[in-house]
């Protein structure tokens, strides 16, 4: 499997772009401003880009999907409530394959109303719901900290421990952590009860 990370934007985020080979098919992942380099790594790579996966709609994490589809003709795929214009409309439990390569849907609500993770091959895409050391802001339009709270510790911390994760944003001290790891050392994944989470976030 072929997967790249690449930090892009003003706002340290992080476009992957994910193959089952070089010369294969493949996808992208929250084409941000700036994409310039992973144009570049698609030509260099030979993928063909099939799909444009989004975790949400916030304008850091589609702004590249003009681009990334006009180029190779690629879907952009979102959940169903994202306010987008997507061309396959997803939600929990739907998958998306690209090659040899299935990406599983996850909705995590919390961050935005259209959030979700995609699972594929041992790695876990998790937008702005989780970072390394972090998770994502509910105070923005759509943010609901009770809703984060279901989606961090009523499901995320059930995953598997050596999945990988691949986060939104160049935010924590390593760009990739393990869902192990960040049960162990994120401090927002600690237990806590629906109200002390929700208090927590607010504070």
Do not use: W
């Not at 690449?6 to 929250?30: K, S």
């Not at 394959?97 to 995609?118: A, N």
């Not at 998790?126 to 972090?134: H, K, M, N, Q, S």
Request: aromatic fraction near 8%.
């Amino acid at each position: 499997m072929l997967l790249e990370q690449f930090a892009v934007g003003p706002y340290q985020n992080f476009t992957y772009l994910i193959a089952d080979r070089v010369g294969g098919e493949g996808v992208v992942i929250d084409p941000s401003f700036g994409i310039d380099p992973v144009l570049k790594a698609i030509d260099a790579r030979s993928v063909k880009v099939r799909f444009i996966l989004n975790t949400h709609s916030h304008p850091d994490h589609v702004a590249g999907n003009g681009e990334i589809r006009e180029r190779t003709g690629a879907k952009v795929v979102a959940h169903r409530r994202a306010p987008l214009n997507q061309d396959l409309m997803v939600d929990d439990g739907d998958t998306i394959e690209s090659g040899r390569i299935r990406f599983e849907v996850l909705y995590t609500p919390g961050h935005t109303p259209d959030s979700v993770l995609y699972r594929f091959e041992g790695h876990l895409a998790t937008g702005d719901t989780l970072f390394v050391g972090e998770c994502g802001r509910t105070d923005l339009p759509g943010g609901d900290p009770s809703a984060m709270y279901d989606s961090l510790l009523g499901r995320i911390v059930r995953l598997d421990d050596a999945l990988i994760v691949l986060p939104g944003h160049d935010y924590g001290v390593t760009p990739t952590s393990t869902i192990g790891r960040e049960k162990q050392e994120n401090y927002v994944l600690r237990p806590r009860s629906r109200e002390e989470f929700v208090r927590f976030l607010r504070e």
